[in-house]
């Protein structure tokens, strides 16, 4: 069975700062997705970055940036130039080809500290 | 990136009442949705899988007679909370895959449940 886990239930990290988030993985599938979502106090799901299982290198979108660890089994998100608006929960998630569904993990609450 | 609407953002109801709720894919045609529930300071957790044209497939524990899923077409689905009672209460979410894009999934804003 799937499975991932989020052990940071709260980070604090101050502004313009770098902080990361750490997430961990298991499943037997050889083709997978790993996805950092972010959820504001809005609700809404905002995606920030994917990697996928057979990608050579660490995805990287603007200030995210997915430290990648296949043997490890893990995938950490970590936000370079932390920001006001950086403050919210976020959840690692994972995907397997042909269903497509998503687990996700519990989730980090992060606050950025001014 | 690829739109997807969910309404009503906020709904109260009364205890035994029916609640509808719509996920729709704005801009992009979705063979498959998702619904997920969301108690208060915890996770996602998937309630089932909704497939355009065919029954939707739910995950275990979840009572399918309680929360009917309708894929009716390949913009919209639908998630209706029958007889609902307070336990139900909680923030539902949508979200939609966009076949062309390598695995993202879209997701709606979201639909808080009241149920007094």
């Known amino acids: 069975a799937q499975k991932i886990t989020q052990t940071q239930p709260g980070m604090f990290v101050q502004e313009k700062e770098a902080v990361t988030l750490d997430c961990t993985y298991d499943?037997?599938?050889?083709?997978?997705?790993l996805f950092w979502y972010k959820q504001p106090s809005s609700g809404e799901m905002i995606f920030l970055i994917y990697?996928?299982?057979?990608?050579?290198q660490n995805a990287t979108e603007g200030r995210y940036s997915l430290n990648f660890q296949k043997a490890r089994k893990s995938a950490n998100l970590v936000i370079s130039a932390s920001q006001l608006g950086d403050s919210a929960m976020y959840f690692c998630?994972?995907?397997?080809?042909?269903?497509?569904?998503?687990?996700f993990g519990t989730g980090t609450r992060l606050k950025v500290l001014a | 990136g690829a739109v997807v609407s969910q309404h009503p953002s906020w709904v109260i109801c009364k205890s035994g009442t029916s609640v509808k709720i719509e996920c729709r894919s704005l801009?992009?045609?979705?063979?498959?949705m998702f619904w997920y529930r969301q108690f208060p300071k915890q996770s996602l957790m998937l309630m089932a899988t909704?497939?355009?044209?065919?029954?939707?497939?739910?995950e275990q524990g979840v009572e399918k007679d309680k929360f009917l899923i309708n894929h009716a077409s390949l913009t919209l689905s639908t998630l209706t909370v029958t007889s609902a009672h307070p336990e139900d209460s909680s923030f539902y979410i949508c979200?939609?895959?966009?076949?062309?894009?390598?695995?993202?999934?879209?997701f709606g804003e979201g639909s808080r449940l009241t149920v007094l």
């Open positions: 979200s939609a895959r966009e076949s062309s894009l390598v695995g993202e999934l879209f």
């Open positions: 499943t037997s599938d050889p083709s997978y997705g």
């Open positions: 990697q996928g299982s057979y990608d050579q």
């Open positions: 998630a994972m995907s397997s080809p042909g269903t497509y569904k998503y687990i």
């Open positions: 801009d992009f045609q979705a063979t498959t």
């Open positions: 909704s497939n355009e044209g065919s029954k939707a497939t739910y």
